[in-house]
């Protein structure tokens, strides 16, 4: 889970937060909610998710109560593809 943890981690840091310091973005750090992901950016994350893992997102799981945090990005993620 550690290797899906860091790929979302280093691609949410090169795509919406270029020049931040990585250390700020924790597992924990909300990213709809705490305005990091608008809409578009979301879909850019859902397109990154379903092609980096190839995984398939239910509409449903493109929402806040599954991607607001990298941990939960990680626990979406590792359900796909377990």
């Known amino acids: 889970m550690q290797e899906i943890s860091n ?3 280093h691609y949410i840091l090169e795509e919406f937060l270029p020049g931040e310091n990585p250390n700020e973005l924790t597992d924990s750090t909300p990213l ?3 305005g990091i992901l608008d ?3 979301t879909l850019k994350l859902v397109s990154f998710l379903e092609e980096r893992f190839r995984i398939e997102l239910a509409p449903h799981e493109t929402d806040a109560d599954h991607l607001d945090t ?3 990005i990680t626990e979406l993620v590792h359900s796909k593809v377990s």
């Open 32 to 34: 709809v909610t705490g």
């Open 70 to 72: 990298i941990a939960l």
């Open 39 to 41: 809409s578009i950016a």
């Open 7 to 9: 790929a979302v981690r």
